[in-house]
């Protein structure tokens, strides 16, 4: 059982506060022991024998023999076939982040083999989500002998049979759930096949680029045995983790295992700057540093997606594929624009979303619809709500295509597969098309069946939510007296990482502390400056929480009360002397 820390039962967030490991209280101390790295992988449930390997996650240590794939062998084969016949190959990418990533990483792959690859990345409102039978028999008759789908195929049967009539083979690389009953093609290479052996599943939490990775490590020893390279050196696909690196973070695939050896890896190329693609990225997001596991999150990755989002979805493959720098420089610019467009458009729905909440607000699952949202933002938004409400939410916007069917896309919290409802409500006639996994899913309303859905999710995952709703705490890591809050503890927790789903980040708490400013700063944020006992202070950021009732208790009611405050540690490198900032998360009163 988790043991509360300094007592706090109910927060100014309705949490619980417990410690994730063993008790860290080093609220007397200002420095981190030594050890510290260490307790925090095995609060992560990491065993003592294996502190060594998780402390420095590297691919000798985690990269699995890719033939324990169902159908990897089959793939790579063929793959290699076309490399050495010199074959013409197209790569069907999905529109976001992991998509674009993805198929990049194939297409420099091969051109690393000598060979070049068309990529096709569809329209996200004229063609949809997923492979179309029409763009697979077009891109078959204008010469492709092989087409390789990435982050998408797993449940396009429709689209796979219709390819196969016409004569055009496709090779499935994807992650997403699948159902019993496979789609037609050559290989289908999948984690989240419900076929697959024990050791194979145990990476479904792999992103679509992790597994085109491990396709280009079974090709390139497919080549190599059977001659291709030569008395030569197979290409250096360690030189691909950058984009492994931003395809696993930006699809917010859990950190543990492999995804972790691949991000802190491809972090490492990635401040090496040989992609004139990310390259450009990087500068355009006012990064005066090498990228960290958040900004591939926060400011990379959400560039990327505004074009699939909004704008012209082959961008992001184009930026990441260019070997020329002022082209790079071009498209990222391009890409900024359309992410600040992004924003806007997605406020306006937010709201519009946020407006239908008082409607149910006790519904299990919010499905939230609205007719003229922009189908580019629906997923961002239901992300939001989601963190707001602490529900799994959907939101659709109705009469997407010409069809009048509404395109959904949802965000589920830990404990509730919303993918599975997903694709059980498509089995049931709500859906004409519907799948994802646990955490986020994509769906296609039937015209009519908007009430059917609402009720169909709520009674299929009413007791799941429930359940994981009443086991929320706020676990943390480490608690600190104010003078503990230093560069130095920072760079020692961040050595624990990289962090994200799956393998959080280390949360402290400090305090007790009085507030010596609160004020709005920013859209919807909180800008404070705390003071604690021992006379040191420190700078503490809460995003977009004015309006929440944690916001409004900092606000309104600090004055001669003590806090303590729980968050992430962060650098504020803003000054001319790197200093340590909170950013808070959550607090409770302190007396």
């Known amino acids: 059982m988790l043991r509360p820390i300094t007592s706090i039962e109910h927060s100014l967030s309705g949490l619980a506060w417990r410690w994730r490991g063993g008790n860290m209280d080093m609220t007397g101390s200002a420095h981190a022991g030594d050890d510290l790295v260490d307790q925090l992988l095995l609060s992560r449930g990491i065993d003592r024998a294996e502190l060594d390997r998780h402390r420095r996650p590297t691919l000798r240590a985690f ?36 998509g674009a990533t993805s198929a990049a990483l194939l297409i420099r792959f091969l ?71 496979l789609p037609q093609a050559l290989a289908l290479v999948n984690p989240n096949r419900l076929d697959e052996s024990d050791e194979a599943a145990a990476h479904g939490h792999l992103a679509a680029v992790g597994m085109a990775f491990l396709l280009a490590v079974a090709t390139s020893r497919e080549l190599r045995a059977r001659g291709f390279f030569g008395a030569g050196a197979p290409p250096d696909l360690m030189a691909l983790l950058d984009l492994v690196a931003l395809g696993t973070v930006a699809d917010v695939a859990q950190l543990r295992g492999l995804n972790r050896a691949l991000v802190a890896q491809g972090l490492k190329v990635m401040a090496r700057r040989e992609n004139p693609g990310l390259a450009a990225l990087i500068d355009a997001s006012r990064l005066n540093r090498s990228p960290t596991c958040s900004d591939l999150g926060f400011a990379l990755g959400p560039r990327i997606n505004a074009a699939g989002r909004i ?21 990222a610019a391009r890409l900024s624009q359309l992410n600040e467009e992004r924003r806007a458009i997605e406020q306006a729905v937010q709201e519009a979303a946020e407006h239908q909440l008082a409607a149910a607000p006790d519904a299990a699952v919010h ?12 997923g961002i938004v239901a992300g939001r709500i989601k963190e707001k409400t602490g529900r799994p939410t959907v939101v659709i916007a109705l009469d997407a295509d010409a069809a009048g069917n509404g395109k959904g896309s949802g965000r589920s919290i ?64 480490v608690s600190l007296a104010p003078g503990g809050l230093t560069p130095d503890l920072v760079t020692t927790l961040d050595a624990a990482g990289p962090f994200g789903i799956g393998w959080p980040g280390p949360r402290v708490a400090i305090g007790p502390v009085r507030l010596v400013k609160c004020e709005p700063v920013g859209q919807d944020h909180l800008r404070m400056v705390a003071s604690g006992n021992d006379g040191r202070s420190f700078k503490a950021i809460a995003f977009r929480a004015a309006t929440t009732e944690l916001g409004q208790a900092l606000l309104h009611g600090h004055k001669g009360r003590r806090f303590w405050l729980a968050g992430r540690a962060r650098i504020d490198d803003w000054a001319s002397r790197p200093a340590a900032e909170l950013h808070v998360d959550d607090a409770a009163f302190a007396d």
């Open 414 to 477: 830990a404990g509730v597969d919303l993918g599975a409802a997903v694709i059980a409500a498509r089995a049931a006639g709500l859906l004409v098309a519907g799948g994802g996994h646990a955490m986020a899913c994509g769906l296609t309303l039937v015209p009519g069946k908007l009430d059917a859905l609402r009720a169909f999710l709520d009674a299929r995952l009413a007791r799941d939510i429930a359940r994981a709703r009443t086991a929320q705490t706020l676990l943390i890591d």
């Open 311 to 331: 704008g012209d979805s082959s961008l992001g493959v184009q930026l990441l594929t260019t070997l020329d720098a002022d082209q790079a420089a071009t498209i």
């Open 111 to 181: 051109r690393l083999c000598g060979h070049d690859a068309r990529a096709y990345i569809p329209d996200r409102l004229l063609e949809g989500y997923g492979p179309s039978g029409e763009a697979l028999v077009r891109l078959g008759a204008e010469g492709a002998r092989l087409v390789i789908t990435v982050d998408c195929g797993a449940m396009a049967h429709e689209a796979l049979a219709t390819a196969a009539q016409a004569g055009v083979e496709v090779i499935v690389v994807d992650h997403h759930k699948c159902a019993a009953d």
């Open 367 to 378: 499905v939230l619809a609205g007719a003229g949202w922009h189908p580019g933002v629906i």
């Open 63 to 98: 990269l699995p023999d890719p033939s324990i794939f169902r159908d990897m062998d089959v793939a790579a084969a063929r793959l290699a076939g076309a490399i050495i016949g010199a074959e013409a190959i197209a790569v069907y990418g999905d529109y976001d982040v992991d």
